[in-house]
């Protein structure tokens, strides 16, 4: 089974670094296959970022997000340009602060960014809350799993913080 | 043209952080086509590391490196490993010190990790030194990009030591 996560928002949100800690959450935990990638176009100087990730348990072959089972919008110019790359039965999941309109009426609208807020106090942490929202309503990894990869990959003084930033994710969740 | 380069170390080198500094360097500060990559296999859970970049004038069709250009080597494991994979007119970069032996009697063999050590006071910058010292012996990017994409990317409090190892390495590579 391979599958296809797209996290994509403006740079300073973090998709890349919550990207590589799903990357590594997968390969290096629980042993799968995994491409982490991102591709910097024309457009790489608007400030649109994105990071791709596909999880195997065969290898991969062809290491390029074609049509994603999963996309993570941070910010409505994400959610308009990459929501055409999502499967017909995809998942999307959308931070209902930043994405007020989304054209999949699918989408698992969630407060990712003001979770952020409200719980540590900054929105710098929404990468990792949506990371384990995005572990919850997909299933793609376990919790304890990204608890592992947190702590490998970010700076020593805010392993607690994003641990916590990830536990607020998943609770948030509930109802996805 | 096309230039495929793979930083490989071991894991806590720092070889992803650099490779999306080198990345952005590229993209938003130079404007050309980039991907920038990591593979995870069964061997994930052995401690190497490996990233992958590809810069281009044009769209990258085929977004995996096959036969690198340039292959920069922090650990002997990652030149033993990937030494195969450099062209035969590629450019091996080599730390003098982690890496004692090596295929490529060309390979360039530069103090990074002494660099590191002596001019920030720690090892955990070699991956910096190293990109500075890249950018130097390959032309691949300009220094003044990286500079821009470090103050990007790095914590804002560590920005200064990071350009401080940015510049030594340049500095190390005068010989390259």
């Known amino acids: 089974m391979k599958v296809e996560i ?17 990357a590594e959450a997968a390969a290096v935990h629980e042993g799968r296959q995994v ?5 910097y176009g024309p457009e790489a ?20 997000c074609r049509k994603l089972d999963v996309l993570l919008c941070l910010s409505q110019q994400a ?9 017909q039965r995809g998942t999307a999941i959308v931070d209902s602060f ?9 989408a698992v609208r969630l ?8 719980v ?11 990371l384990g929202a995005l572990a919850r309503v997909t299933g793609v990894v376990k919790l304890e799993s990204l608890k592992q990869a947190i702590a490998g990959r970010v700076p020593p003084a805010t392993v607690e913080a994003n641990l916590q930033a990830l536990n607020a994710g998943w609770d948030v969740a509930r109802r996805g």
């Open 120 to 130: 540590l106090g900054r929105e710098l942490f929404t990468n990792i809350v949506a």
């Open 45 to 64: 100087r608007g400030g649109a970022s994105k990071a791709d990730v596909i999880i195997s348990n065969e290898p991969i072959l062809f290491p390029k």
């Open 98 to 106: 930043h994405v007020r309109e989304h054209v999949r009426p699918s």
């Open 35 to 39: 491409v982490q990638s991102q591709s």
């Open 6 to 22: 797209r996290l994509a928002g403006t740079g300073g949100q973090g998709v890349i670094l919550a990207s590589v800690v799903l």
């Open 111 to 118: 407060p990712l960014s003001e979770t952020a807020r409200r």
């Open 79 to 87: 959610a308009d340009k990459y929501s055409a790359d999502l499967k």
